[in-house]
């Protein structure tokens, strides 16, 4: 509201500033703590990954069972961000603009992925689509198990995301446009999704980073078969524990580039939505 | 109107066959024979030990990454410093990153041919396959909660009382206990609980680092994962029935807390 009197303080007398602020001690101490916990950590993965040079990185990532790994580890990402794209769209507006009983129940639902333990998750949906269901489908140790999976992990992103900007929206364009005689559908596709563009977006790309990386829910019902169900991190994980952790290393430094990039792209469009908002 | 109930209905028989309907047949299938069998699944003792050890790692995790989170949403909030965009983003990192790819980075500073993890061995220290590499890795992969709950905040409330406290003569530590912290409690108190759902429900990274003995260094999501592949449907229906029980504890909390931060 007022950037300028946040600014203020950068103004004043250091004396005053050092009360203000925090003192160097916090800032200090927290990168210290982040350092140890998240930096140290990644640094040695790089270090691993890279340590016979680039050539040798590139043929330990770019063997054919880690190559399957990544395939489909990209596809059913791809897969997930599409159908999260609609339905998480159509679950945020179902939730701002429609009413029925038990809205606000089916609301704090949404967030059950994201408290749910992860190995539960993958349980959950073995109970129902596994050899024991109930349903008669069983996709037990299918690439469909595993998309499943990483719908059911996913689900909040998009929901979450979109919510608060549908909340937020006027209706006043929306109620012009159906004076003058446009489709529902018309009016949500040239009003309100441009507007939902940037939220969408940052909901999608947390949910591929989440998908690319997903482990808990996966391993259950994937049942690791290479070439065929195994993902990248049961790939990293299994090079691991057959003795080969440069191997891991390599995939790892991978996916850790891509989360990175990831978090870098949603900041850009935070940046980006927050300067065509004024 | 047909496209509204289209809409509606489409999205929520999604959330029912992707995400209700399996929870509620866990909960079924755990009760299936009555709470006999539920309570005796649950009372073994690799069942308790593993519930102990997942709520000792809590306690410990918790408290840090709070205090972690209040200092360094402050950091990155008030103070100025070059690269804060870049630790910005680091804090962000777990949220995004495969908890494999954490599990493997702890490895390889800990394990015997280790940065860390050689050194540590001589001086009769392990972290790996124990204690202290769960915790480790419990830490990385709980560390943005408070962070991200905390800052929003601090940028909305500004300095001006801060700095009228500090022009009458307070010091840093009684702004931070009088002014900032009562207007950041109810942030903390968010991000505390999502904090431990985490923490409670960690399982990728924990799987790389405990070693997963029964009754050793198996946390109560390892229980779950033992249990179903040695065939003890039971056990594993039971412990993931407890761990559904903390999660959705958790988003009754979450939903309580939402209306307090509203009211105040």
Redesign the interface.
């Given at each position: 509201m007022f950037p300028l009197a946040v600014d203020a303080a950068r103004f004043l007398p250091t004396a005053r500033r050092r009360a203000v602020g925090a003192p160097a001690l916090a800032s200090g101490l927290a990168l210290t703590y982040l350092s140890v916990i998240v930096l140290i950590p990644l640094a040695a993965i790089a270090a691993e990954g890279v340590q016979g040079g680039w050539q040798h990185f590139w043929e330990v990532a770019w063997n054919p069972e880690a190559r399957a790994a990544l395939k489909l580890t990209f596809a059913v990402s791809g897969i997930v961000v599409l159908v999260n794209a609609v339905t998480g769209t159509a679950l945020a507006w179902t939730l701002v603009r429609d009413s029925f009983a038990g809205k606000s129940i089916v609301n704090a639902l949404i967030d059950l992925p994201f408290a749910l333990p992860t190995i539960v998750a993958g349980l959950t949906l073995l109970a129902l689509y596994g050899p024991t269901g109930i349903v008669g489908v069983d996709i037990a140790f299918t690439r469909l198990g595993v998309l499943a999976a990483l719908l059911f992990v996913t689900l909040p992103f998009v929901v979450r995301t979109v919510q608060p900007v549908l909340i937020e929206l006027d209706r006043e364009q929306e109620e012009a446009a159906a004076s003058l005689g446009a489709s529902r559908f018309h009016s949500f596709r040239s009003i309100v999704l441009p507007h939902l563009l940037p939220a969408l977006l940052s909901g999608v790309a947390l949910a591929f980073a989440r998908a690319i990386g997903e482990f808990g829910a996966v391993i259950l019902i994937s049942g690791n078969l290479p070439f065929k169900t195994e993902v990248a991190s049961l790939y990293v994980f299994q090079r691991l524990n057959s003795g080969d952790p440069q191997g891991a290393s390599a995939l790892a430094l991978l996916m850790l580039v891509i989360s990175f990039l990831v978090l870098l792209g949603v900041g850009g469009i935070r940046r980006w939505a927050t300067r065509h908002d004024r | 109107m047909i496209?509204?109930h289209a809409?509606?209905y489409?999205?929520?028989l999604?959330?029912a066959a992707?995400?209700?309907?399996?929870?509620v047949?866990?909960f079924y299938?755990a009760f299936e024979h009555g709470p006999g069998p539920f309570w005796d699944a649950i009372s073994n003792p690799a069942a308790v030990h593993a519930l102990r050890l997942t709520l000792y790692v809590t306690l410990i995790t918790v408290p840090l990454n709070t205090a972690?989170g209040i200092?360094?949403g402050?950091?990155i909030v008030?103070?100025?410093?070059p690269g804060m965009?870049l630790?910005?983003?680091?804090?962000?990192?777990?949220?995004?990153?495969?908890?494999?790819?954490?599990g493997?980075?702890?490895?390889?500073?800990y394990?015997n041919d280790?940065?860390f993890g050689g050194f540590l061995h001589d001086h009769g220290f392990r972290v790996l396959f124990a204690t202290p590499g769960i915790v480790?890795a419990t830490?990385?992969i709980s560390?943005p909660f408070v962070v991200r709950e905390v800052v929003p905040v601090l940028?909305e409330i500004?300095?001006?009382q801060?700095?009228a406290?500090?022009?009458l003569g307070?010091?840093?530590f009684t702004?931070f206990r009088r002014i900032t912290f009562p207007a950041i409690r109810w942030a903390v108190a968010y991000g505390v609980v999502?904090t431990t759902?985490r923490c409670?429900?960690?399982?990728?990274a924990v799987?790389?680092v405990s070693g997963g003995l029964a009754g050793r260094t198996q946390v109560l999501?390892?229980y779950?994962?033992a249990s179903?592949?040695n065939f003890d449907?039971t056990g594993?229906?039971a412990a993931?029935v407890l761990?559904?029980g903390l999660?959705?504890l958790?988003?009754?909390l979450?939903?309580v807390m939402k209306r307090g931060d509203r009211s105040s």
């Open positions: - | 496209g509204k809409v509606r489409g999205s929520l999604y959330l992707i995400l209700i309907a399996p929870v047949l866990v299938r972690f200092l360094c402050i950091a008030r103070h100025r410093i965009g630790v910005n983003a680091i804090v962000d990192l777990p949220l995004a990153l495969s908890p494999v790819v954490v493997l980075a702890l490895y390889l500073l394990g280790g940065w480790l830490l990385f560390l940028r500004g300095t001006d801060e700095e406290a500090a022009t307070a010091s840093a702004t999502l759902a409670l429900g960690e399982f990728g799987s790389v999501t390892q779950v994962q179903y592949e449907q594993a229906y993931s761990l559904a999660a959705i958790t988003l009754l979450m939903t």
